[in-house]
């Protein structure tokens, strides 16, 4: 399968990026069929000189059937050769990495059992609740009649 991705270059903390179209089993800075331009992150979004791309190339290849990774399709959408496209929706990235690791390895299994200890104690303490509410209103009546019971014999 054709994709079209990002391939490193640069140096160390300097990254710059060759556009290529390469085989998806090839290594990412590996073997790759033809490149299709360059990107420079470092540079402002502004400026010119942070991308180049051979528009004719990416077309025939887009026609070929290479497909795009995410960050490929955003930099083609960005120049107008394709549409832009939607934007995803990664609820691990808002979790610290260091976090993120205690979660995958057992997150499942412990994010399960507090839920179900949750949902057995709820009930408990709302039975044990309206109980309470219950007695009492059934003893305040009692109480009252009591305390009319006086009045009456009073009068």
């Known amino acids: 399968m054709l994709k079209m991705r990002l391939s490193m270059?640069?140096?160390?903390?300097r990254p710059v990026y060759k556009i290529v179209v390469a085989d998806s089993r090839f290594p990412r800075d590996g073997r790759f069929i033809e490149k299709l331009g360059f990107f420079?992150?470092?540079?402002?979004?502004?400026?010119?000189?942070?991308?180049?791309?051979?528009?004719e190339r990416v077309k025939y290849w887009l026609g070929q059937g290479a497909q795009p990774t995410?960050?490929?399709?955003?930099l083609l959408g960005e120049n107008e050769i394709m549409p832009m496209p939607a934007k995803g929706n990664n609820p691990q990235k808002a979790i610290p990495k260091k976090d993120r690791k205690k979660t995958e390895e057992g997150g499942e299994a412990k994010a399960e059992a507090?839920?179900?200890?949750?949902?057995?104690?709820?009930?408990?303490?709302?039975?044990?609740?309206?109980?309470p509410k219950e007695e009492a209103k059934a003893e305040?009546?009692?109480e009252e009649a009591k305390a009319e019971a006086p009045k009456e014999e009073a009068k």
């Open 140 to 142: 305040a009546p009692k």
């Open 40 to 55: 420079n992150p470092l540079i402002p979004k502004e400026k010119k000189e942070r991308m180049g791309l051979d528009v």
């Open 70 to 74: 995410t960050r490929v399709a955003r």
């Open 9 to 13: 270059g640069g140096t160390k903390k």
């Open 114 to 131: 507090p839920k179900e200890e949750a949902k057995a104690e709820a009930p408990k303490e709302e039975a044990k609740s309206e109980a």
